[in-house]
């Protein structure tokens, strides 16, 4: 809350705001929406280079699903079989704009192509992983 | 790793050495601008095995031009990774695995490509620190070569110095010759925040003579700080990169003439050296700056503001003239290329403009 409302006992001092919190293993809060799955990727590939038996959760929007770069970030992780898990948190509108408007595919779980995907539809999920 | 000019060049020395007193000073060490890449990346590399290579061409093609060569041979598949041509993408990949413990190299292919992943650049590498107050380092480095080449047109000879050296959170450098490539990349190794490092294609092939020191392993120099190149009493001449070289060309051939010009190589752009250039224009009096890029919002006109706002204003006997790349897309045209980057006689013509000997 401190750092929410920009006080200087919030996480980032207030200086990183709504957008930009961050703790141990959370690299954020990205305000550039799709720019954190690359970055995600990118720490999947940290992960796998010092063998940390961890994987890298990503999550964005369906408005940031159609972002260029998260294809390419799908290219690489599975050119190089990345631990990343990209999780799309649909609720059917980006900002004012509905999902039908935006994207020409809304089976976001699908997008990945040769990365698999699921379509999980719950309004509470609880998703139990087991780390390889 | 191949055998460089500078092994050849060493093992005459040892030959030659015996019959000739003078040999030590004849027989300097010859280091490319390519070479001292290469030795920078490949000994930051062997010392810490966090560092890391990737960007399109820079492993099995052994670079696109050739500055990574023998280095995927030697570190492999995971040191060196080849790209394919997703700047966004791949740049985003650099900055996560800097978030997350290693330390990348990240090359664009030309610093134009870097438009397509600049938001990686600023928003996710060079803001990060404060945005986390502190809490997160993104020890990354992204080099390329920048500014015009030869004959490649518009969309590729931009030069980034002015965008990237404007942003806070980036260190900028743009070394010149050999031994800034070496000592200013391994300094953006070393560097635990990101470092945006302009390189130039147009001298990667160009020798020049170093000393054993430059040619040691731990050979670092300091971002921030800017190098006479040459002394001289009438007018401060500025400039990074390629320019330094025009520059100095304009001031042999100025000093024909009795117009001894002090030569600065910035090496970095940000920080820029402000204090160098400072004390240099409170001795000469008179400023030129040079540059390749664009005169709007440029290197040149960084300079002269802080000159303004500095005691060395009132040093001035003249305005400050800003030699810059002409304000048009560079065209495709050989003569046209040439028309639109500072020659030697432009450095000349504002020289003595500036000392009011023309018009």
Not at chain 1, 17 to 29: D, E, I, P, V, W
Not at chain 2, 77 to 106: H, K, M, N, W
Not at chain 2, 217 to 245: C, D, W, Y
Request: glycine share 10%.
């Amino acid at each position: 809350m401190a750092e929410l409302t920009g006080r200087s006992q919030g996480v980032a001092r207030g200086k990183g705001g709504s957008m930009h919190m961050y703790t141990k293993n959370f690299f954020g809060g990205n305000g550039i929406v799709g720019a954190q799955v690359p970055v995600g990727a990118g720490v999947a590939l940290a992960n796998k280079y010092l063998d940390r038996k961890a994987i890298c959760v990503s999550l964005y929007g369906d408005g940031a699903a159609n972002q260029g770069q998260l294809f390419e970030a799908y290219n690489m992780a599975k050119l190089m079989n990345l631990p990343a898990v990209f999780i799309c948190e649909n609720n059917g509108y980006g900002m004012g704009t509905s999902v039908d408007r935006a994207s020409a595919s809304v089976n976001y779980y699908t997008r990945g192509d040769y990365v698999p995907g699921i379509w999980v539809r719950l309004c509470v999920c609880v998703v139990t992983i087991s780390v390889l | 790793m191949a055998v460089t000019a500078t092994r050849i060049a060493k093992s005459l020395t040892g030959v030659l050495g015996r019959s000739f007193s003078t040999s030590r000073v004849a027989a300097a060490n010859q280091l490319t601008v390519r070479d001292a890449l290469n030795s920078a990346l490949d000994e930051e590399m062997e010392r810490d095995e966090n560092v890391f290579l990737m960007g399109e061409e820079v492993a099995q093609y052994d670079g696109a031009y050739k500055v990574s060569r023998g280095l995927w041979k030697k570190y492999g598949d995971q040191r060196v990774i080849d790209t394919p041509i997703t700047e966004a993408g791949f740049a985003g990949i650099a900055v996560g695995a800097a978030l997350g413990g290693l330390r990348p190299v990240c090359e664009f292919m030309t610093f134009n490509f870097s438009m397509q992943a600049i938001d990686h650049v600023i928003n996710s590498a060079a803001k990060t620190f404060y945005m986390s107050a502190g809490l997160l380092h993104v020890p990354i480095v992204f080099r390329g070569p920048n500014g015009a080449a030869a004959g490649v047109g518009a969309q590729h000879s931009q030069c980034f110095g002015a965008w990237y050296s404007h942003c806070p959170g980036l260190k900028v450098v743009s070394p010149y010759n050999s031994e800034d490539a070496k000592g200013l990349l391994k300094a953006a190794i070393r560097d635990p925040d990101p470092v945006v490092v302009l390189e130039n294609e147009l001298m990667y092939g160009t020798a020049f003579p170093v000393t054993d020191e430059v040619l040691s392993n731990e050979f670092v120099l300091p971002i921030g700080k800017a190098k006479i190149e040459r002394e001289g009493s009438h007018i401060t001449l500025v400039a990074h990169s390629r320019a330094v070289m025009v520059a100095l060309e304009a001031a042999t051939a100025l000093a024909g003439e009795g117009v001894e010009c002090e030569v600065i190589n910035l090496r970095s752009l940000r920080p820029l050296d402000e204090e160098t250039i400072v004390q240099s224009v409170i001795k000469t009096h008179n400023l030129v700056t040079v540059e390749q890029g664009w005169p709007q919002s440029g290197v040149g006109s960084e300079i002269c503001a802080r000159i303004v706002e500095s005691p060395a204003f009132h040093y001035l006997d003249s305005p400050v003239i800003r030699v810059t790349g002409v304000d048009v897309p560079m065209p495709y045209a050989k003569s046209l290329e040439v028309a639109c980057i500072p020659q030697q006689h432009d450095v000349v013509k504002a020289v003595k403009k500036v000392l009011k000997l023309i018009k």
